[in-house]
């Protein structure tokens, strides 16, 4: 396992690269994964050399929409300042003071666990993986926390307008 890793990861980073582009966020995530698979079939590794990258790259394939289709069930990540670029500011500013106090007042009403990955990730700058270390927690239960805790926030600065 370890001579295939080290002999194959860069190849198959650089495929995963490839057929991930819009979402480069991810790809050491599906490398790790596509290992994690090739050492559940280690018995399957072909013995020719000839045959051992195609069925890589068909293991990092199948991962690859394995998590395509994940994300499609899965709520829509947080796009960061793409995102709120598409809502104006407030032009008057009593109104950045409203939408600014409800946002608070919301941020204070978040339950202590959404409300702690939600500083782990968007205030600290942290990964989610590093979050979910950090909280110790599985990186969905931290993406998810996050992701409902900024939803949160963003109807209550919405809902203020």
Known sequence: MRQIFEERSGALLRYLKRINSYRPQIVEDL????MLRVWR?????????DHLQPWLFTIARHVSADEARKRVRRPQEFQGERELQNYSSPADPMDFVVARESMLDAF????????????????????????ADLLRVPIGTAKSRAFHAMESLRSAVLSAR
């Not at 079939?41 to 050399?49: N, Q, S, W, Y």
């Not at 204070?108 to 979050?131: N, T, V």
């Open 41 to 49: 079939h280690i018995g399957d590794v072909p013995v020719d050399e």
């Open 108 to 131: 204070r009403k978040l339950s202590p666990e959404r409300r702690r990955a939600f500083e782990e990730i968007y205030l600290h700058s942290r990964s989610a993986g590093d979050a």
């Open 31 to 34: 490398l790790q994964e596509t």
